[in-house]
């Protein structure tokens, strides 16, 4: 399948501070990228989807100015969590789509973000 | 509104046995797509098996096959000769649709241990 990498793994920040995370398809082009959030032993909850060039689309209840993400190429969107404070500490997985397998999603390994 | 229901929050099997999780969706729209991922305590989301709507047959990957039942809308993922290694997190999950930008629904998740 095809493989998406994300970056950091893990972060551990001061409250206030702003916090990137990167995520890449490495073997195929994404015009399509999408955020999620976890909490412990729950499912995966949708944030936003990314889209190549422009804006991207959140869901309801996620604030924008909050958690900004831009997806300048095919390759890669980041997701930048701006002022983090502790509730924000969280376990924040990317996806892409590959159109050409079916537009399945692929996922990076996931970032732990611990705010202190 | 689509919606993905997974009933079992746990599930033992023995090494080497067959094991079905169950899956069972809603949704109004004839074009769907179904997946199941893996989840493992490292927490990276592993897609395994794909099935679309429209496929007459059901969809098999290596040693994990989809039992797909579209009228009683069911896409029970059975594991056969289970692995140590399968000790994890299983999602369900929906994108209405074949767009790359169609979204992903998940169930709540089955933890599956596997017994020596």
């Known amino acids: 399948g095809a493989v998406v990498s994300q970056h950091p793994s893990r972060v551990i920040c001061k409250s206030g501070t702003s916090v990137k995370i990167e995520c890449r398809s490495l073997d195929f082009q994404a015009t399509t990228m999408f955020w999620y959030r976890q909490f412990p032993k729950q499912s995966l909850m949708l944030m936003a989807t990314?889209?190549?060039?422009?804006?991207?689309?959140?869901e309801q209840g996620v604030e924008k100015d909050k958690f900004l993400i831009n997806h300048a190429s095919l390759t890669l969107s980041t997701l930048t969590v701006t002022s983090a404070h502790p509730e924000d500490s969280s376990f924040y997985i990317c996806s892409a789509s590959d159109s050409l397998a079916k537009n399945i999603q692929y996922f990076g390994a996931g970032t732990r973000l611990s705010v202190l | 509104a689509q919606k993905i229901t997974q009933t079992q929050p746990g599930m033992f099997v023995q090494e080497k046995e067959a094991v079905t999780l169950d899956c069972t969706y809603d949704t109004s729209d004839q074009s769907y797509g179904l997946f199941w991922y893996k989840q493992p305590s490292s927490g990276e989301m592993i897609f395994l098996i794909y099935q679309g709507s429209y496929d007459e047959q059901n969809a098999t990957e290596g040693r994990y096959s989809l039992n797909f039942q579209k009228a009683r809308k069911s896409a029970n993922l059975v594991i056969s000769a289970s692995q140590l290694g399968d000790s994890a997190m299983y999602f369900c999950a929906m994108r209405e649709g074949r767009s790359n930008t169609g979204k992903l629904i998940f169930g709540q998740g089955t933890t599956l241990q596997v017994k020596p």
């Open positions: 990314s889209n190549e060039g422009s804006k991207a689309t959140y």
